[in-house]
């Protein structure tokens, strides 16, 4: 029997060649054809501290809301507190005993947005803490019943989420010594749970929310497991709650936030693990959720090798700037000693340019595409020398000049920078669409900006550390 089959083989073969010859030819004589250039700028890394949000030194700043007092001195005393303030970030405790057998007051809370009003004005980052105590006594100054701290939570939430523009995070859930959460008549697990749930419930879901120990968190999640990349950012409780350490370093348990004996029941969540395993904890959790604190007690924990090894691990953002003063003038004394560029500045130095994230344009290369529709992709590579992630996701936008005319256009990138990890690279890929671009040659810039705080994200390049652009590199178009 004849092939029915074999001469709409041969059809369909002869269909496809004359395709290929017809599209070779209508390149060849009608797409212009263009030869693509490109040359990355030349970038050292820089050893400079950059200003940049969300991480870094702060200081504290105490207020007691009072009926005694006004609206208007209130907002006084926020404004003196950020002028004198030199860092962006500050840690704001506001102490609530004068309420706490009774609703806060609308002068209360008119204090506090005053407050807030004043230091979003002046572009600071807050790290807010509601408590009833900062002497040692919250036994006996706090409310006697958790349905008055809830209510105080509902009353503060409204002003809260007005001003998400400066509130970065909240630690602790009002109770303990100094707000940390110990020493305190609430520190059951179930009525731990609630109040951050409470918290969680009711503010707005930008603002992240920490507890003091690894162990807390747990508790509170009901969940022994970190979180994962798939869960962060989603504004979920667990992908909200991070930590803050007020006895970092301080011994091998940093004060109790750890314990001597390993992690043994995973039905716990209560348990503390050892220091090993709350590192590696932490490791992973704060890859996504902000950690920071406070330095304490002058011990080898806290010697600058041992300590630039544990605010690695740990992803520390942020760290009180006046205490431990012990510690910080050992940091001050001892010479950071490696094969870095930072090796011969002091340990202060060096861990206050690495405290959070520190980007870096670490690399760059085109690719071009004969015959597609987007014709070159730029592969972006930008490191992160930091010891930390950024928690918030920036704007960045590449700008494309002609070098003749001037002429520039804006490209919006879909590059999130909460991927870069800590002490790692990111490769990021951009379409250029350059057989749209007429002939010349064209310098390419990186802008990342804030949209909370309208600030240039600054990056560790030699000589543009305080410029809101950095170079790329250049396109020649022929």
């Given at each position: 029997?004849?092939?029915?089959?074999?001469?709409?083989?041969?059809?369909?073969?002869?269909?496809?060649?004359?395709?290929?010859?017809?599209?070779?030819?209508?390149?060849?004589?009608?797409?212009?054809?263009?030869?693509?250039?490109?040359?990355?700028?030349?970038?050292?890394?820089?050893?400079?501290?950059?200003?940049?949000?969300?991480?870094?030194?702060?200081?504290?700043?105490?207020?007691?809301?009072?009926?005694?007092?006004?609206?208007?001195?209130?907002?006084?005393?926020?404004?003196?507190?950020?002028?004198?303030?030199?860092?962006?970030?500050?840690?704001?405790?506001?102490?609530?005993?004068?309420?706490?057998?009774?609703?806060?007051?609308?002068?209360?809370?008119?204090?506090?947005?005053?407050?807030?009003?004043?230091?979003?004005?002046?572009?600071?980052?807050?790290?807010?803490?509601?408590?009833?105590?900062?002497?040692?006594?919250?036994?006996?100054?706090?409310?006697?019943?958790?349905?008055?701290?809830?209510?105080?939570?509902?009353?503060?939430?409204?002003?809260?989420?007005?001003?998400?523009?400066?509130?970065?995070?909240?630690?602790?859930?009002?109770?303990?010594?100094?707000?940390?959460?110990?020493?305190?008549?609430?520190?059951?697990?179930?009525?731990?749970?609630?109040?951050?749930?409470?918290?969680?419930?009711?503010?707005?879901p930008s603002i992240y929310l920490s507890v003091r120990t690894p162990a807390q968190?747990?508790?509170?999640?009901?969940?022994?497991?970190?979180?994962?990349?798939?869960?962060?950012?989603?504004?979920?409780?667990?992908?909200?709650?991070?930590?803050?350490?007020?006895?970092?370093?301080?011994?091998?348990?940093?004060?109790?936030?750890?314990?001597?004996?390993?992690?043994?029941?995973?039905?716990?969540?209560?348990?503390?693990?050892?220091?090993?395993?709350?590192?590696?904890?932490?490791?992973?959790?704060?890859?996504?959720?902000?950690?920071?604190?406070?330095?304490?007690?002058?011990?080898?924990?806290?010697?600058?090798?041992?300590?630039?090894?544990?605010?690695?691990?740990?992803?520390?953002?942020?760290?009180?700037?006046?205490?431990?003063?012990?510690?910080?003038?050992?940091?001050?004394?001892?010479?950071?000693?490696?094969?870095?560029?930072?090796?011969?500045?002091?340990?202060?130095?060096?861990?206050?340019?690495?405290?959070?994230?520190?980007?870096?344009?670490?690399?760059?290369?085109?690719?071009?595409?004969?015959?597609?529709?987007?014709?070159?992709?730029?592969?972006?590579?930008?490191?992160?020398?930091?010891?930390?992630?950024?928690?918030?996701?920036?704007?960045?936008?590449?700008?494309?000049?002609?070098?003749?005319?001037?002429?520039?256009?804006?490209?919006?990138?879909?590059?999130?920078?909460?991927?870069?990890?800590?002490?790692?690279?990111?490769?990021?890929?951009?379409?250029?669409?350059?057989?749209?671009?007429?002939?010349?040659?064209?310098?390419?810039?990186?802008?990342?900006?804030?949209?909370?705080?309208?600030?240039?994200?600054?990056?560790?390049?030699?000589?543009?550390?305080?410029?809101?652009?950095?170079?790329?590199?250049?396109?020649?178009?022929?």
């Amino acid at each position: 029997m004849k092939n029915k089959l074999l001469p709409r083989l041969r059809f369909l073969l002869f269909f496809m060649c004359a395709s290929l010859f017809l599209a070779a030819l209508y390149y060849a004589f009608f797409v212009r054809r263009i030869t693509v250039v490109y040359t990355p700028a030349s970038l050292v890394a820089s050893t400079e501290p950059l200003d940049t949000p969300y991480c870094g030194f702060y200081q504290m700043s105490g207020f007691t809301p009072d009926d005694s007092g006004s609206v208007d001195d209130a907002a006084l005393w926020s404004s003196q507190q950020c002028d004198s303030d030199p860092y962006p970030l500050m840690l704001l405790e506001i102490n609530l005993k004068n309420y706490a057998e009774q609703s806060l007051s609308q002068n209360a809370l008119d204090q506090v947005d005053a407050i807030l009003t004043s230091c979003a004005f002046r572009k600071k980052q807050l790290i807010l803490r509601f408590l009833y105590d900062w002497d040692g006594n919250a036994l006996q100054t706090e409310p006697s019943s958790v349905s008055r701290i809830e209510e105080h939570i509902q009353q503060l939430a409204t002003v809260l989420n007005a001003h998400s523009d400066c509130v970065y995070l909240l630690q602790g859930i009002f109770t303990g010594n100094n707000g940390e959460m110990h020493d305190t008549n609430y520190a059951s697990p179930a009525i731990q749970r609630q109040l951050m749930q409470k918290l969680a419930d009711l503010t707005d879901p930008s603002i992240y929310l920490s507890v003091r120990t690894p162990a807390q968190l747990r508790s509170i999640l009901q969940n022994k497991n970190t979180l994962r990349s798939n869960m962060a950012y989603n504004g979920s409780l667990a992908s909200r709650l991070g930590l803050f350490n007020d006895g970092m370093l301080g011994s091998d348990s940093d004060l109790g936030t750890y314990d001597d004996t390993p992690l043994s029941d995973p039905s716990n969540f209560e348990e503390k693990g050892t220091r090993k395993e709350e590192l590696r904890f932490q490791d992973a959790l704060c890859q996504y959720v902000p950690n920071g604190g406070e330095v304490v007690l002058d011990n080898s924990y806290n010697d600058l090798t041992s300590a630039i090894q544990s605010l690695s691990v740990m992803h520390i953002s942020y760290l009180n700037a006046a205490y431990d003063p012990t510690v910080l003038e050992k940091w001050k004394r001892t010479t950071y000693v490696s094969s870095d560029a930072f090796s011969g500045c002091s340990g202060y130095d060096y861990i206050r340019t690495h405290l959070g994230y520190r980007y870096r344009i670490d690399a760059s290369s085109v690719h071009f595409h004969t015959f597609a529709e987007d014709t070159a992709t730029l592969y972006l590579t930008i490191a992160n020398d930091g010891f930390a992630p950024a928690y918030r996701q920036f704007d960045t936008i590449l700008s494309v000049t002609e070098q003749t005319s001037g002429l520039t256009f804006q490209i919006p990138l879909e590059l999130d920078n909460r991927q870069i990890a800590s002490a790692d690279t990111a490769v990021f890929p951009v379409s250029l669409n350059v057989r749209q671009w007429e002939a010349g040659t064209y310098s390419l810039t990186l802008t990342m900006t804030d949209p909370t705080t309208g600030q240039s994200i600054p990056f560790a390049n030699s000589g543009y550390e305080t410029r809101t652009e950095v170079p790329i590199g250049s396109i020649s178009v022929n």
